[in-house]
Nanobody, 126 residues
């Protein structure tokens, strides 16, 4: 089993920034890609960003490109999502995910995820 625990969510004003963290345990973290998804109220869960096992490659959903940055620290078994220039449309529960695959040029689907974190709420509002 893999345990994923997110932190760092909260309330932020439009244009502000937040940094989400996800601590992983239960398997060799550095051997696997990691990803972030989100679910906005009334919407399906959607892909946000993914990073390869080494951290050398990353891929973003169009909604995240240029504003979000995914990174990882394999020594700390932690993956991060730095979110800048936040918009009200970014309001959602954000989930850390351990997918079974990493794509360099397409979204990972929820069905390709083996493990999920419990989620952390991000609210962008003035």
């Amino acid at each position: 089993q893999v345990q994923l625990v997110e932190s760092g969510g909260g309330l932020v004003q439009p244009g502000g920034s937040l940094r989400l963290s996800c601590a992983a345990s239960g398997r060799t973290f550095s051997n696997y890609a990691m990803a972030w998804f989100r679910r906005a109220p009334g919407k399906e869960r959607e892909f946000v960003a993914a990073i390869s096992w080494s951290g050398g490659s990353s891929y973003y959903a169009d909604s995240a490109k240029g504003r979000f940055d995914i990174s990882r620290n394999n020594a700390k078994n932690t993956v991060y999502l730095q979110m800048n220039s936040l918009k009200p449309d970014d309001t959602a529960v954000y989930y850390c995910a351990a997918p079974r695959i990493f794509y360099r040029s397409q979204d990972i689907t929820p069905r390709e995820v083996d493990y999920w974190g419990q989620g952390t709420q991000v609210t962008v509002s003035s």
